[in-house]
């Protein structure tokens, strides 16, 4: 095994226990999601649906996904005492950041839609024996999913740079930092948006709402100028975003030292 | 700057294969915040030795051992350690390395697979000095590193420390938290893993645990090093006896102790003391003497 795989294996080592700790607590709340809806629908007559497993991987993908993201440098990077040994550990800074990097950005969905899947297998026959209801297993091959992966890798990113930039309070910090960005962004908007109009309809100007989604900004077929904006903001979004954030990264990991310890 | 440092990597490698030299720190200065700590800092480490690092608390004893390891970065000056820049945490280097620290914590899994995951990045471990280490400490290899005391941990970092056969190690009060027979099997356990191509460097405050174990000493004192010789230089320039007078008006006294029927004292040897023993000098008292030498005097005992 080369160098980079070692330093894959420690991590999986490192965090095994952790790891299948919360693969038990999925699969408990997946199963207990389940026999309540066959409750519910077996005495209010009404009709079972399909939607647990679709309805509840998003909220693992991202919070799940996002937390762990964020706790992926908290001892390696930060603490007192556990920071010594990473740091020391006979690999580049660039190995020791893609180890991370990789195993929170690729494995940690493919696992936890293994985990969805196996957990279907093993809950939805359960079930069927228990209620009566029909099979119906998790399927990762849909386009949802894959839509949720993407969005997954751009938000990842975003929260491995607050994993390595922040000291401590990783998650909570980042989430702070992005309402501040967020608010900053819109004010920068709206005022832009009234300087415009303002000039094109002088004092005649009327306020009215708008409302749009990442979706449908992004994922929707437009053509002419809105398809190059959507094409400019997809490249911006999906590619050039999360490559920054992961440079970014990895240049706070190349400069970490003790006295970032807290 | 690249250049510059490749360049002096290349002198340095050069240094190390003419000198025996395995670390030398230049002009290093070093502060956190806007105190300082080091300044003007000079070391050089030769290779086949078992230093001493010993200071006063907050000294920068650990502090210097995170600057030639690569954990901190100095604010001016020149490092190296084996020929390595530090601050570049190249693998080479790193792989060369072990650093125990006085704190630390090991992830909850057995031994046998802490072992398992963390020997493979050093190309030297030998895993059957490691069983014998173990077997010399009392360690069991199948119980839960949460579950150990953290004497058996230290003990457990120290034999993979010393079966990784790294040429440098560095140990950071190494003998905190082991018990009395730990302590003496501490040091049988270092002096057989030593060997001419390793060199240890041992920061402690316990140096009654360390003698007859550590020579040369380096003193750290003020923010620089005020002694980095052997014990022998100092006992071929003084004599250590105990005088029942109050040598307050002895000219050649460096350094006196009240003790028990009397004063101890350190002077300089004068010619018909030559081949006189004397005392023994244990380091407590070494340190001592230098420390207060180096009050009076700006620069210290060199």
Redesign the interface.
Same mark, same amino acid.
């Given at each position: 095994?080369n !160098?980079f795989g +070692?330093l894959i294996? !420690?991590e999986i080592?490192?965090s095994k !226990?952790d790891l299948s700790f919360y693969a038990l607590t999925l699969f408990l709340i997946l199963f207990a999601s389940e026999t309540i809806r066959s409750f519910v629908s077996q005495y209010s007559q009404i009709a079972f649906g399909p939607a647990t497993y679709a309805s509840l991987f998003p909220n693992f993908l991202f919070l799940g996904g996002l937390i762990i993201t964020s706790l992926s440098f908290a $001892?390696d990077m930060f603490?007192k005492?556990?920071?010594?040994?990473w740091?020391? +550990?006979?690999? $580049?800074?660039l190995e020791k950041f893609l180890a991370k990097g990789v195993l929170t950005a690729f494995a940690y969905p493919i696992a936890i839609t293994v985990v969805f899947f196996l957990a279907s297998v093993i809950i939805e026959p359960i079930q069927l024996l228990l209620f009566g209801n029909p099979v119906t297993l998790f399927n990762p091959f849909t386009t949802g999913i894959a839509i949720q992966f993407a969005v997954y890798w751009v938000w990842q990113s975003i929260f491995l740079l607050g994993a390595t930039y922040f000291h401590k309070g990783h998650f909570l910090k980042t989430i702070l930092s992005l309402g501040i960005l967020g608010i900053a962004l819109a004010t920068l908007f709206l005022l832009f948006v009234k300087v415009i109009f303002s000039i094109k309809y002088g004092s005649s100007l009327r306020t009215f709402d708008i409302v749009f989604s990442f979706d449908s900004l992004l994922f929707k077929p437009a053509s002419g100028v809105i398809g190059t904006f959507r094409v400019i903001g997809k490249i911006l979004y999906f590619v050039v975003l999360p490559l920054f954030c992961w440079v970014t990264a990895f240049f706070r990991v190349e400069e970490v030292?003790? $006295?970032d310890a807290v | 700057m690249a250049n510059e440092i490749e360049s002096g990597q290349t002198n340095l490698t050069e240094v190390v294969s003419t000198n025996n030299s395995v670390i030398l720190m230049q002009d290093i200065g070093f502060s956190y915040g806007k105190t300082p700590l080091f300044t003007h800092l000079d070391l050089e480490i030769k290779q086949g030795n078992i230093y001493g690092l010993l200071g006063k608390n907050g000294s920068g004893k650990t502090t210097l051992l995170k600057l030639i390891s690569g954990q901190l970065f100095p604010d001016e000056g020149f490092t190296s350690a084996l020929g390595f820049d530090p601050m570049r945490r190249k693998p080479a280097m790193l792989s060369e390395i072990f650093y125990l620290p006085e704190e630390f914590p090991l992830p909850k899994m057995k031994a046998t697979e802490y072992l398992k995951m963390r020997s493979v990045f050093y190309p030297r471990f030998d895993n059957l000095m490691f069983a014998q280490y173990c077997k010399d400490f009392e360690l069991d290899m199948q119980q839960n590193l949460n579950e150990m005391s953290l004497g058996q941990k230290k003990k457990l970092l120290l034999a993979f420390g010393l079966a990784s056969n790294t040429s440098l190690l560095f140990l950071d009060e190494p003998t905190n938290g082991l018990d009395i027979p730990s302590k003496r099997q501490f040091r049988q356990t270092v002096a057989s893993a030593m060997t001419e191509d390793r060199t240890f460097i041992i920061s402690t405050h316990q140096v009654r645990d360390m003698e007859n174990l550590i020579d040369p000493l380096i003193i750290l004192h003020d923010g620089k090093i005020i002694f980095n010789d052997t014990v022998d230089s100092i006992t071929d320039k003084y004599v250590m006896a105990l005088v029942t007078t109050d040598p307050q008006q002895d000219e050649k006294v460096v350094y006196k102790e009240k003790v028990l029927g009397g004063w101890m004292v350190l002077r300089q040897r004068s010619e018909q003391e030559e081949g006189n023993e004397g005392q023994p000098l244990d380091l407590e008292t070494l340190f001592n003497v230098v420390v207060e030498q180096s009050t009076r005097v700006q620069g210290g005992m060199r």
């Open positions: 095994m !160098r +070692l294996n !420690r080592q490192t !226990r $001892t603490s005492n556990g920071q010594q040994e740091l020391m +550990l006979p690999a $580049t800074s030292q003790a $006295t | -």
